[in-house]
């Protein structure tokens, strides 16, 4: 089974320019999650969604937004980018997420610089 | 913000020795997982523990939880080199479905 990809693997913008990052999730797993890693702030948490639904969402401004399609494959955006944007950013999927006791299979990451 | 802490930041080691990582959370949790990262790519995940468990053996993994002292342990057998990764426990917490809240991570190099 082909495992979770993410496209771009790297990103180079802007400050006030605008990303759609891009997740395809395991086969079969209809649950995404994005998360984002900075040195600073470590691993944190952006949204959850399962069947087009989102399910939960992290602490972020209103600049990151998500949608899942009905393929499972989820998008993120992030508008009006700030240079503390430049981060890894993660994508995971999982079967579902009703109890949450299901491990979760990441992707290698989009590394996005603001300049 | 994050769920809680892991101790040591950095623990460096000689290949054949043990690996001891601990993790505290602050809530309730529905069960914790451990996360082994190389070198700023993917998380890879490595074992789940659910709250109503106590100990878990995965390989040379053994993962124990105390849900009274809201703190976990990550044992590594017999390390090799290939073991040199970044770990990261993560904690789930009732009705959040399956949000991982993330503690900093533990930085392990293994010296051959």
């Known amino acids: 089974k082909a495992g979770v990809t993410q496209t771009p693997r790297y990103l180079i913008k802007t400050r006030g320019q605008q990303v759609t990052l891009s997740c395809s999730p395991i086969s079969g797993h209809r649950s995404v999650s994005w998360y984002q890693q900075t040195p600073g702030q470590g691993l944190q948490f952006l949204f959850e969604?399962?069947?087009?639904?989102?399910?939960n969402k992290g602490n972020f401004p209103g600049r990151f937004s998500g949608r899942q399609f009905s393929n499972s494959r989820s998008e993120m955006n992030v508008s009006t980018l700030e240079l503390g944007d430049s981060a890894l950013y993660l994508c995971?999927?999982?079967?579902?997420?009703?109890?949450?006791?299901?491990?979760?299979?990441f992707g290698p990451g989009t590394r996005l610089t603001v300049l | 913000s994050q769920q809680g802490e892991e101790d040591p930041q950095a623990l460096s080691i000689q290949e054949g020795e043990n690996a001891t990582m601990n993790c505290s959370y602050k809530?309730?949790?529905?069960?914790l997982q451990w996360y082994r990262q190389n070198s700023g790519r993917g998380l890879v995940h490595l074992i789940l523990i659910r709250s109503n468990e106590r100990e878990k053996h995965s390989g040379r993994l053994r993962v124990t939880l105390d849900t009274s002292k809201k703190s976990s342990s990550l044992l590594i057998t017999a390390s090799r080199a290939a073991d040199t990764a970044s770990y990261f426990c993560a904690t789930v917490v009732y009705n959040q479905g399956g949000k991982l809240i993330f503690g900093q991570g533990t930085e392990l190099s293994v010296k051959p």
């Open positions: 969604y399962f069947s087009e639904t989102q399910r």
């Open positions: 995971a999927s999982s079967l579902f997420v009703e109890t949450g006791n299901n491990e979760q299979f």
């Open positions: 809530t309730s949790i529905n069960n």
